[in-house]
C-alpha cells in the first residue's frame, strides 16, 4: 500500500480506485485499520481523492472495528449503487459495496446509467462469469457491463492481472502484493490517463515481495552440488527481473537420484541444501519458505526380478500380469 500511495503522488494522479477486499477479513487489533488510513491522509495532504467499493473480504457485515476515515475517501453505499461525480475533470465513478461476504446478486442492473458528456467508470467487486481458485460473488457477464455503456470498468476480487476487454476497457488488476506462494509474479496496479477521449493503461509494479515457485529435476544426481546447482540455474531468471525485491521462494525437488537414500537417512538434506545455495547468491535477499521433496531410488528391475525372496517374486508376479493382456484387464 505504501508503494501504490508513492506512485500517486509521484504521478500527481487526479483520483485512486480501490475495488474492495483491502483488509483481508475482520481486524485483530487497530494496527490494521490505521496503517491504510495512515496512507489514506498522505493522499489527503496531497489532494488525491480516493473511491471505495467494498468486496467480500471487508463487507460492511464483515469489518467489526472502525476508524473514521480522511475527508478524501469516498466510499459506496452497500444500500444502493451511486455515483460520485467529479465535475472539473468530466469523470462520473458508479460503485456499489457489499453489505454481505456472500453477495450472489448481480450487481450491475443496479447501476445508475451513464452521466452524458462525462467519462463514466464502473467500480465493482465481481467474480464476472467465474475464475479459478476465486468463489463466485455478485456473479455478472462481460455483456453485461458492455451495454452498460461506461467507458472504463475497475474490478475487484480477482487477485491476478487480467484485461478483460479493451472496448470498453475492463480490467482485474490484481493486488498490488502477492500474499502467499500461489499469487507468483509480478503485482502492482493500473495508472490510467484519459486526453481527448483516448484512454492510455500501464501495469505499475508495487509489490515489495516477489513470490515464486520453482521445481528443481536432480535426474540421476549423486552429489548434493548438483541441487545447489539447479536451484542457482532455475532462480537466476527471476532474481534478473527484480533484484532489488525480497523473493519468496517455494521449491519442489524430483528425480530418480542416489540422493534420496541420503535424504531418507538424514531427513532436511535437501531442504539445506537449497536454502544454502540461496545464501550463497549475492546481493539480494532471498527467503525459502518452503522445500519439498518428491525424490525416489533407482532401481535395477531386471536384478529385483532375479531375487530369491518376496520382493523377487511380486516383481515377477507384475511381469507376468503385464504381458498377459486378459490378466491385465481382469
Not at 221 to 240: C, H, M, T, Y
Amino acid at each position: 500500500m505504501g508503494n501504490l500511495g508513492d506512485k500517486a503522488i509521484d504521478e500527481r494522479v487526479d483520483f485512486v480506485l480501490l475495488a474492495g477486499d483491502i483488509y483481508d477479513g475482520d481486524w485483530q487489533d487497530f494496527h490494521t485499520g490505521l496503517f491504510f488510513r495512515a496512507e489514506m491522509v498522505r493522499l489527503d495532504r496531497a489532494a488525491i481523492p480516493v473511491f471505495i467499493v467494498k468486496g467480500n473480504h471487508d463487507a460492511m457485515s464483515v469489518i467489526s472495528r472502525q476508524l473514521p476515515l480522511p475527508a478524501n475517501v469516498n466510499v459506496f453505499s452497500s444500500r444502493s449503487a451511486e455515483t460520485h461525480a467529479i465535475e472539473e475533470l468530466s469523470v462520473a465513478i458508479h460503485g456499489r459495496s457489499f453489505r454481505n461476504r456472500a453477495e450472489d446478486e448481480d450487481l450491475v442492473p443496479t447501476y445508475p446509467p451513464p452521466t452524458p458528456g462525462f467519462f463514466n467508470i464502473g467500480l465493482l467487486h465481481t467474480s464476472l462469469n467465474g475464475r479459478p481458485g476465486h468463489d463466485t460473488y455478485a456473479p455478472t457477464q462481460l455483456s453485461a457491463l458492455e451495454a452498460k455503456g461506461y467507458d472504463y470498468w475497475a474490478l475487484g476480487h480477482v487477485h491476478a492481472r487480467e484485461i478483460v476487454s479493451e472496448v470498453p476497457r475492463v480490467v482485474f488488476p490484481g493486488n498490488p502484493q502477492g500474499r502467499h506462494a500461489n499469487e507468483t509474479g509480478q503485482k502492482g496496479c493500473e495508472l490510467v490517463s484519459v486526453l481527448g477521449g483516448v484512454l492510455e493503461s500501464e501495469f505499475v509494479v508495487l509489490d515489495v515481495v516477489r513470490w515464486s515457485r520453482v521445481s528443481l529435476s536432480i535426474d540421476g544426481a549423486d552429489r548434493l552440488e548438483a541441487v545447489a546447482a539447479a536451484f542457482r540455474g532455475a532462480v537466476a531468471p527471476i532474481i534478473a527481473e527484480a533484484p532489488d525485491r525480497l523473493h519468496a521462494i517455494r521449491t519442489t525437488v524430483s528425480g530418480i537420484t542416489d540422493l534420496q537414500v541420503l535424504e531418507a537417512q538424514n531427513p532436511g538434506t535437501i531442504a539445506a541444501t537449497v536454502q544454502g545455495a540461496a545464501q550463497d547468491i549475492g546481493e539480494v535477499d532471498i527467503w525459502i519458505e518452503q522445500v519439498r521433496t518428491a525424490l525416489s531410488t533407482p532401481v535395477d528391475r531386471a536384478a529385483q526380478a532375479e531375487r530369491e525372496d518376496a520382493l523377487g517374486e511380486l516383481v515377477r508376479l507384475v511381469d507376468a500380469i503385464a504381458a498377459d493382456e486378459a490378466e491385465l484387464a481382469s
